[in-house]
Nanobody, 123 residues
């Protein structure tokens, strides 16, 4: 059974770059035709799909975040990664990684999700 676990700094200062890693077990991120997505959720609000890396290595981004987001992967460690530049306090969210056959996943009942990691943007 596939398992996903997000990790990264819990606190980031405004204007800095947020870097997160998703450690995957039970599946290879370079096989089986899945999308590996990053999604975030502000307090009390809905899920926002940020982007994804496919098993082919191709990347896809939300137009709203494309200019500040970089999604990649380390196939040797089996980890999709996220970088979000120029963070603001509005980026204080829970960040999730997920695996699904569908590109833009916004429902936790679809695919496989990690537990999420809380990131606070504050000076």
């Amino acid at each position: 059974q596939v398992q996903l676990q997000e990790s990264g700094p819990g606190l980031v200062k405004p204007s800095q770059t947020l870097s997160l890693t998703c450690t995957v077990s039970g599946d290879s991120i370079a096989a089986n035709y899945y999308y590996w997505s990053w999604i975030r959720q502000p307090p009390g609000k809905g899920l926002e799909w940020m982007g994804a890396v496919a098993t082919s290595g191709d990347t896809y981004y939300s137009p709203a975040l494309k200019s500040r987001t970089s999604i990649s992967r380390d196939t040797t460690k089996n980890q999709p990664t996220l970088q979000l530049n120029s963070v603001t306090p509005e980026g204080t969210d829970v960040y999730y990684c997920a695996r699904d056959r569908k590109l833009e996943v916004r429902d936790k009942s679809e695919g496989n999700w990690g537990q999420g990691t809380q990131v606070t943007v504050s000076s």
